[in-house]
């Protein structure tokens, strides 16, 4: 039997896909979320969700989501540019990193479950060393981290991602062992990348999904529907019965990371 994350990005982003992954989540269908501690609508999203203990909470660090018109953000052209040049604004950065933990704390009364980026932007050059200096100071340990390196070569668009940080992270501090969930979000191709996933993740990796309902605003209104009605479907619990794997669960994530960080920080080239 293998056992995998089947992670939700981008709670907190909208009620429409708040709804659908809260439904998947009251369905045993998803391990957890990743929540945009930028959005106005925090507060409400995290009580929602706080009624899910089982389902595992992390931070969504944003740097390219404008919630209105005095956010602060950044195109992801420019956010790989100041990181691949170096010409971040480490200050900048630290004040971003400390207020979305702050407000993560102050919504769900403990730390996140785990740390993952919107567009993966925790990963890249810059942002990942302040990452790595703010958590072990306020912590006195690093949190489980999101590492997007795939055990096998799953697309050009998966290896790029992979290229821009995915083995950058200490792999000490790693949730997960694997990385999937990356396609071009044309609906039709879902099924079939989620069943070679599925087939091929190994245990202890990560898969990210980005179910909801339709919504207007939404950069992914035409894939979110159908992320969903899949995950919901019997379908997929069949799939997984067949293929013998099992959701992990928030509970799997405690002492994950803890005994083996000492080592994660100092001796680890970031």
Partial sequence: MRSFWLIADDFAQSAAIDRGILELGQRGRLSGTSVMTTSPALKEAAHSLSQLPAMARGLHFNLTHTFSSNDRRFSLPQVWWLSLSRQ????????????????????????????????HVHQ????????????????????????????IFRGGKAWIIDQLGGRCLPAAAAMNSDFAGVYDFVPEHFPSAMNNWLRTLRTGGLIMCHPGYYDSTDVLSHSRPNEREWLASAWFSERCQALDVVLLQRCDLVGQVDSRVSSAVGGTEV
């Fill in 88 to 119: 971040w604004d480490a200050g900048f950065l630290r004040s971003q990193w400390l207020q979305q933990l702050q407000d993560f704390e102050q919504a769900f009364g403990h730390c996140p479950d785990f740390i993952d980026g919107h567009q």
């Fill in 124 to 151: 890249l050059p810059v942002i990942r060393q302040v990452m790595l200096e703010v958590v072990q100071q306020r912590y006195g340990r690093l949190l489980p981290l999101r590492q997007t390196h795939p055990a």
